[in-house]
């Protein structure tokens, strides 16, 4: 089991729930996402006011394995763990934990390649992204 040095605090929407009433499948994509850009922010890899097409990722593939619904109301945080930095992709996994109990409600692994928008091309991990983040997750 990894140990994670960040997690976003979410709070679940209405709007986000099936008719069932739990979180959304879809919705875990999103979750992902939003703790994934404010990782990056954490560390200084995307600023205020930055162009998002500057960020230079690209989600390449997705696994989550769902464990336990999600239901409105519950206090949830999104976690964030790189685990490898290769020639031109990142590993990440993610979970979706109870933020007072940590019990798992989802756990997964995102693979983003770093990307230029503007040629279309995968570009080599940043030589300053890769020592940021090293250093912060001691890889």
Not at 53 to 68: E, P, S, T, Y
Request: net charge negative.
């Amino acid at each position: 089991m990894s140990t994670f040095h960040f997690y976003h605090p979410i709070e679940i929407r209405y709007g986000d729930l099936d008719p069932q009433g739990h979180l959304n499948n879809a919705a875990y994509l999103t979750l992902f996402e939003q703790a994934r850009i404010c990782y990056l922010r954490r560390l200084g890899l995307f600023r205020e006011g930055q162009f998002f097409l500057d960020i230079g990722v690209i989600l390449a593939d997705v696994h989550i394995a769902f464990k336990k619904p999600v239901e409105w109301g519950m206090p949830v945080r999104v976690g964030v763990h790189i685990v490898k930095i290769g020639n031109k992709s990142i590993t990440v996994e993610q979970n979706i934990v109870h933020a007072e109990t940590g019990e798992v409600f989802a756990a997964g692994e995102v693979v983003m390649v770093t990307y230029d928008y503007r040629t279309g091309r995968s570009i080599p991990v940043p030589p300053e992204w890769r020592e940021i983040i090293q250093r912060f997750e001691d890889l």
